[in-house]
C-alpha cells in the first residue's frame, strides 16, 4: 500500500474512487480495454452481497441455472426493441476453431433471448407455472467510457428470469424483487434508496414497465443501484412462450427480469467511503475486525501475541469475521493506516501495557480519532465488538440518510431545478411528456430517476412547462 494520501474527496471526486478503488485491493485494471480483475478483497465482498441476495431469492421460491455465455445473433432481432437498446454494445464472435462461423454469436449482454428460447421449450401447461430461475455470473457490454465497478466491459451479476400465467402475477413478482433489493440496501449495505418506476424513455429495452432503487453518491449524483422489469407478453411472443390454461386455452406467458450487479460495490465505495478510505458497513465487510498487536522487545511479543491469539480464537468463535494482523515487517502505524484505507469497520489494539491492565482497545473505523476510540475489558470483548458493529451499522445508515436527505430539494420554480441539480436531487411535478424530460436532461444533464409510489392526492404543475401533473418525479444527474 503506498503511504502517499489519498486525493481528497472535494478536491478530485473521480480520482480519489480511482485510486482507492486500487490502493485498498478491492480491484485492478485488466489489460483487456474497460474490463476489470476483481481482487480476492473485492471478491469476498461481492461474495457477501450474493450470499444474502441469493438466500433471499431462495427463500421465496426461486432456483439458480446456468445459461450459455454465446448467444446466436438472430436472438436479438426477435425483439425490436430490444435489439436496438444492446446493439451499440454487443460483442460478436465471427471465429471459431479457425474458421468462420455459419451464424454469428453475441457474447452474452443479457440473457432475456437465450433464456426465452429454454422457456419456450419447458413450458407447457399452467401446472409448470410461475418458473423462477436466477443466473449467477458475469455479462459483457461494449462501454466506450469506463470505471472500475460503476461500468465496465464485463461485469458480475445475478439475473433473475421469471415467467407466469398473469399480468398480476409477474407485476407482483417484479414489485416483491424490489422490495428485496430495498430491504438489502438498507440492512446491509447501510444505503437508504429510493425506490420507484422508471420513465418510459428510461425503461429498460422490450420492457413494459421498469423499476429501480436510486441512491444517492457522495457528490450528490445519482446511482441506478438494481432494476426490477415487468416485460408483459412481449419476449413470450417473440420466443413463443405459451401454455395451455386451466380451461385448455393456450396462452402467452408474462416474464420479468431483475439485477443487482457488482456496480453495488461502487455505491458503497462512493455513499460511505472517506478522505482515509473505504468505510464498509460491517454485515458486508470482508474483515470486521483486525487486531493489531504492539510491542517493542522480543519479551513483549510473547506476552502481547499470547493474548492477542486468544482474542482472536474467541472472536472467531462468537462468528465475527477478524484477522490477526502478525506482520512483522509493518510498523503498528502503517497497519492502523492500511487497515483505515481497506475499511474494516473495528480496530482491535493490544499493546504490554493493554496485557498488564487486561484491556483492549477499540478504534471504530466510521469515527476516526479520539471520538471513535474506547477501551474495554478482554473479559468483555467479544459482546463489546459485536455491540459496535451493530451501532456501526446503524451509524451509516443513519449519516447516509441524513447526507441525502439533506441534498434532496422541492423546487418551486424551472430555474429553481436547474439551481438544485447541480448539487443535489430534485423532486418535482413532471406532466409525464417525453418532450419536456428530454429538454430538461438537454438543459440540465439531469435525467429522471424514478417515480416514487407513494404519490400526493392533490394535482400539481409540470416543472417545465407548467401544465397539470399528477405525479413527483427525482431528477438528479447521475452516473
Given at each position: ?466 401544465q397539470p401533473a399528477t405525479e413527483r418525479v427525482y431528477l438528479a444527474r447521475a452516473y
Amino acid at each position: 500500500m503506498s503511504s502517499k494520501a489519498l486525493p481528497s474527496r472535494n478536491e478530485d471526486f473521480s480520482e480519489w474512487y480511482n485510486q482507492l478503488v486500487i490502493r485498498s485491493q478491492l480491484a485492478d485494471y485488466a489489460p483487456v480495454r474497460g474490463c476489470m480483475v476483481v481482487r480476492p478483497y473485492g471478491w469476498a465482498l461481492w461474495e457477501n452481497i450474493t450470499a444474502y441476495l441469493d438466500a433471499a431469492f431462495k427463500k421465496t421460491g426461486h432456483v439458480n441455472a446456468a445459461f450459455p455465455t454465446l448467444i446466436p445473433l438472430s436472438f436479438f432481432e426477435k425483439e425490436k426493441e430490444h435489439v436496438e437498446g444492446f446493439s451499440p454494445q454487443l460483442a460478436v464472435v465471427t471465429h471459431g476453431g479457425g474458421e468462420e462461423l455459419e451464424e454469428k454469436l453475441a457474447v452474452r449482454p443479457t440473457s432475456e433471448t437465450m433464456i426465452g428460447y429454454m422457456y419456450s421449450k419447458w413450458i407447457n401447461s399452467w401446472r409448470d407455472l410461475p418458473l423462477l430461475i436466477v443466473q449467477w455470473g458475469s455479462v459483457l457490454r461494449w462501454e466506450l467510457r469506463t470505471k472500475l465497478f460503476l461500468r465496465t466491459a464485463e461485469f458480475y451479476w445475478h439475473e433473475g428470469h421469471t415467467a407466469h400465467a398473469t399480468a398480476e402475477e409477474a407485476q407482483a413478482e417484479m414489485l416483491s424483487i424490489l422490495d428485496i433489493y430495498e430491504k438489502f440496501s438498507l440492512e446491509e449495505a447501510a444505503i437508504p434508496v429510493i425506490k420507484g418506476r422508471k420513465s418510459d424513455s428510461e425503461r429498460f429495452p422490450g420492457a413494459q414497465i421498469t423499476t429501480s432503487i436510486e441512491a444517492m453518491m457522495w457528490d450528490r449524483r445519482a446511482l441506478q443501484a438494481g432494476t426490477s422489469h415487468y416485460f408483459g407478453p412481449n419476449f413470450a411472443k417473440a420466443f413463443d412462450i405459451q401454455f395451455l390454461d386451466k380451461n385448455n386455452i393456450l396462452q402467452y406467458c408474462e416474464t420479468t427480469s431483475w439485477a443487482i450487479s457488482s456496480r453495488m460495490i461502487g455505491a458503497i465505495i462512493m455513499v460511505h467511503g472517506d478522505d482515509q478510505g473505504l468505510v464498509l458497513p460491517p454485515r458486508l465487510a470482508p474483515i470486521q475486525a483486525v487486531i493489531v498487536p504492539i510491542f517493542k522487545s522480543d519479551a513483549e511479543q510473547v506476552a502481547v501475541m499470547s493474548v492477542a491469539d486468544r482474542i482472536f480464537g474467541e472472536l472467531k468463535a462468537a462468528g465475527i469475521r477478524v484477522k490477526l494482523d502478525d506482520r512483522d515487517n509493518m510498523s503498528p502505524g502503517f497497519k492502523f493506516n492500511d487497515w483505515e484505507m481497506r475499511g474494516v469497520p473495528v480496530r482491535i489494539e493490544i499493546g504490554p501495557k493493554d496485557v498488564e491492565k487486561e484491556v483492549a482497545a477499540l478504534a471504530r473505523r466510521d469515527r476516526l480519532g479520539k471520538e471513535g476510540k474506547s477501551f474495554v475489558a478482554q473479559t468483555d470483548l467479544v459482546p463489546a465488538v459485536a455491540q459496535l458493529l451493530q451501532d456501526i451499522q446503524s451509524n451509516l445508515l443513519q449519516r447516509a440518510t441524513e447526507y441525502r436527505d439533506a441534498h434532496i430539494h422541492e423546487p418551486a420554480t424551472y430555474d429553481e431545478l436547474k439551481q438544485i441539480v447541480t448539487d443535489g436531487w430534485a423532486y418535482a411535478w413532471w406532466c409525464g411528456r417525453a418532450e419536456c424530460e428530454a429538454a430538461i436532461k438537454e438543459e440540465t444533464r439531469a435525467t429522471t430517476r424514478c417515480i416514487p409510489p407513494n404519490q400526493p392526492d392533490e394535482l400539481g404543475s409540470c416543472i417545465y412547462c407548467g401544465q397539470p401533473a399528477t405525479e413527483r418525479v427525482y431528477l438528479a444527474r447521475a452516473y
